[in-house]
């Protein structure tokens, strides 16, 4: 029976791969999509999910709806990684439209409607996840699970040297939701850097593969591509894909641990800074688990699942 999920998501390039895995992968019955501010422009990001489903050939059987325009309490922050989200080029304009229900309502009705049988992949700030949160406090109970791609495992950020991009926009929505009781898997930076980067040879078989969502993905994802060069970090990061594909294909996973996992709101040099502590007693007291931190995958068997995808036949409208 496919899993019935929500995808929370700042859609950009990565959200648009892992979008098609919520549209497209047999295990999914993806029920939503919620827009919150990250990536890039708002109003662009919810082009860029219209576009996703449009060319997914799903274009109005899964409603889009916008959700916060701006983090908790901090001013929104623009990622520099991936260009205007679908690869710098125009799309043929979807007929779907977004939703006129906020995004974290629709979270809300959604796990009223589905209570213990939905979970909620989010892959952007935990803005709209911590808004839902605020109206509905039995949330936790209500949602199987919450996949969260975000922080980073003892290692450095990509924002600072302390934080993750989703932790590091809203520190404060992070912190709120982690320590409200979800049943919580985590997938950090730190494992997409160690297992979900792609390289020239790889992205060049997915570019050969000649298929209409192979060349989607291709284009959209040329942006991180060129950035991570610059950063050096060689070929394209897919941190929301993995996080997605992780989901339904739980068989790729090959190590988690409980851990502790707080989220740093006060200082400045540390905002967003994800302390992921696999000890229960510290001298500060005793922290029981309240996540599991994925930390070794299949990679190869994510690279080839995801390609698999790409081989969809559209039927576009
Ligand atoms: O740090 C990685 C996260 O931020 C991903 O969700 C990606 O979309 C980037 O914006
Ligand atoms: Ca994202």
């Given at each position: 029976m496919a899993r019935k999920l929500i995808i929370d998501t700042d859609t950009a390039a990565d959200d648009s791969f892992a979008l098609l895995v919520g549209l497209l992968h047999p295990e999914a019955d993806l029920r939503a999509v919620t827009i919150v501010a990250g990536n890039v422009d708002f109003e662009q990001q919810v082009r860029n999910a219209l576009i996703t489903v449009d060319q997914a050939g799903r274009s109005g059987e899964v409603p889009v709806f916008r959700g916060a325009t701006d983090p908790l309490v901090r001013p929104w922050y623009e990622a520099?990684?991936?260009?205007?989200?679908?690869?710098?080029v125009e799309w043929p304009t979807p007929m779907q439209q977004a939703e006129s229900v906020h995004g974290a309502q629709a979270i809300v009705d959604l796990a009223n409607a589905y209570p213990g049988d939905i979970d909620l992949l989010a892959i952007g700030p935990l803005t709209n996840v911590a808004l839902a949160l605020a109206m509905d406090r039995d949330l936790p109970s209500k949602i199987r699970e919450l996949w969260i791609m975000g922080g980073c495992d003892n290692s450095e950020g990509n924002?600072?040297?302390?934080?993750?991009y989703n932790f590091f926009v809203d520190p404060e929505a992070a912190q709120m939701v982690l320590s409200a009781g979800f049943a919580t898997t985590i997938v950090t930076w730190t494992l997409t850097l160690a297992q979900a980067t792609w390289d020239d040879q790889q992205l060049d078989t997915i570019r050969n593969m000649g298929t209409p969502l192979s060349e989607f993905f291709s284009i959209l994802d040329a942006p991180n591509r060129e950035f991570n060069g610059s950063v050096g970090v060689p070929g394209s990061t897919h941190p929301d894909s993995l996080t997605a594909m992780l989901l339904v294909?739980?068989?790729?996973?090959r190590r988690s641990s409980p851990r502790y996992v707080e989220v740093e709101t006060h200082s400045e040099l540390t905002r967003g800074y994800s302390l992921m502590d696999?000890?229960?007693?510290?001298p500060s007291g005793v922290h029981m688990p309240n996540a599991t931190v994925i930390e070794e995958v299949d990679e190869q068997g994510f690279y080839t699942k995801f390609m698999t995808l790409l081989e969809t036949t559209v039927k576009r409208r």
């Open positions: 520099k990684a991936h260009g205007d989200g679908k690869g710098n924002v600072t040297a302390a934080a993750e294909e739980p068989g790729l996973i696999s000890r229960e007693g510290r």
